[in-house]
């Protein structure tokens, strides 16, 4: 696996380190080096050496927060020890991170991830409200729709059923550890967050559309509307990831026949009445009598926040807090 350095003035690398870690979860071979005003350049390439020698690999990304500055130069230094193991990417953020983190799990080469992360890092600069956008990209995405046509019904698309990526219940539906971290995993072309309540929430719609990864395409349906389109042969070369708020509403559209045969619990808002089983679930009798249900149909539960996060046992969580008024 490559090694990943983040060095930066002051306290930006750990800082940045931890939020990715906060989306992707934690990640390993990957070092926080920081210059420090009282530290000079001996005392920083001191740090960087150290940092590679932990990882026990000449494979090495160096992520610097300034082209030309002393991270950047030292790093430029050690580069030039193993030129065809190592690369530099300055300018790091956060989406840049996590997509750093999400290439490295294919790819085995600093060149090959630093070749493929500056368009994408780029598309995660975004500007809202959209007339500031500036006029070149407007133009592309404008021609892109414009060649978008209509199927005709009846139309048979790869073997005529859509294909779900991931399920997931979410109380925050799309937001940051879905838009990054699931998607990368999971790899789907669009995302469907399916809420009788959302879909006439236009506030919420408009939120969702702007969390969208770039190259993916969002939806926000009613249930109802999710039932048909299973039915519809002409989604049969759509990837989806289904967004759900409850369990309750997964049930409701498995009982009218959409086949959702996994199920990923990643975050259940805590309120009245609820008891807390995890770290981001909190569910009350009625979630538990929907989930045996489910599982009574034959869906499988995938309890994990991220896709790093070790999976957890649903029933197991819940039996733990049978003195708290839950039970089987």
Request: net charge negative.
């Amino acid at each position: 696996m490559v090694g990943i350095i983040i060095a930066s003035h002051g306290d930006f690398a750990l800082g940045i380190k931890k939020s990715a870690a906060m989306i992707f979860g934690e990640q390993e071979k990957v070092e926080a080096v920081t210059f420090m005003p009282n530290e000079g350049p001996e005392d920083l390439k001191r740090k960087l050496h150290k940092a590679i020698a932990k990882f026990g690999t000449e494979e090495v990304l160096f992520l610097v927060d300034l082209w030309g500055g002393s991270p950047f130069n030292q790093a430029n230094i050690l580069l030039e020890e193993s030129p065809e193991t190592r690369a530099i990417i300055s300018g790091i953020n956060l989406p840049m991170l996590i997509e750093i983190y999400a290439s490295r799990l294919t790819m085995t080469k600093a060149h090959d991830i630093a070749k493929a992360i500056l368009l994408k890092s780029q598309e995660s600069v975004k500007v809202t409200p959209e007339k500031l956008q500036p006029v070149v990209e407007q133009q592309i995405v404008a021609q892109k729709e414009e060649g978008l046509g209509s199927i005709p019904e009846g139309t048979v698309l790869g073997d005529g059923n859509i294909k779900f990526v991931l399920a997931r219940v979410d109380t925050r539906l799309l937001h940051g550890q879905v838009a990054t971290t699931w998607t990368k995993t999971t790899n789907p072309d669009r995302i469907i967050v399916v809420s009788d309540k959302v879909s006439q929430d236009e506030l919420r719609k408009k939120l969702i559309e702007q969390a969208t990864p770039p190259g993916v395409k969002s939806h926000v349906i009613p249930l109802k509307k999710l039932v048909e389109v299973t039915k519809d042969t002409r989604f049969g070369d759509t990837k989806a990831l289904l967004l759900f708020e409850n369990p309750q509403d997964v049930l409701e559209v498995v009982e009218q026949g959409v086949n959702i045969k996994e199920l990923n619990i990643g975050s259940m808002a805590h309120s009245v009445g609820k008891v807390l089983i995890s770290s981001s679930l909190s569910v009350d009798q009625e979630d538990v009598n929907t989930y045996k249900k489910l599982a009574d149909l034959g869906v499988k539960f995938d309890v994990r926040k991220v896709p790093a996060d070790k999976q957890a046992d649903l029933f197991k969580l819940i039996s733990d807090k049978a003195s708290e008024g839950l039970s089987l």
